[in-house]
């Protein structure tokens, strides 16, 4: 099993930063992608980026590009998220995830979650 444990949520104001860590322990592999989801109450859980093991792959949601980068740390096993320029309509509880997932936009061909921080925008 892998272990997910997300830090660095908050409160915000609109066009601020935050930045996202999420550590992993446990049977770690790390050949494994790595992403970031966002759920907002009463909507659906949407990707915000992905990045392959090798970070050769790079998913980004278009909402996000030029605001939002993912990083990862193979050797710490930690991924990170950069959020510049905030939106209100981005606050949300974000995810890490890992594993080998086909499509990295489904939610559901990601074995492992980590509980969740909460990040909220002010307008």
């Known amino acids: 099993q892998v272990q997910l444990v997300e830090s660095g949520g908050g409160l915000v104001q609109a066009g601020g930063s935050l930045r996202l860590s999420c550590a992993a322990s446990?049977?770690?592999?790390?050949?494994?992608?790595v992403g970031w989801f966002r759920q907002a109450p009463g909507k659906e859980r949407e990707l915000v980026a992905a990045l392959g093991w090798r970070g050769s792959t790079n998913h980004t949601a278009d909402s996000a590009k030029g605001r939002f980068s993912i990083s990862r740390d193979n050797a710490r096993n930690i991924e990170h998220l950069q959020m510049n320029s905030l939106k209100p309509e981005e606050t949300a509880v974000y995810f890490c995830a890992s594993g080998a997932p086909v499509h990295y936009n489904n939610p559901r061909h990601w074995p492992y979650w980590g509980k969740g921080t909460q990040v909220t925008v002010s307008s």
């Open positions: 446990g049977r770690t592999v790390i050949s494994h992608a």
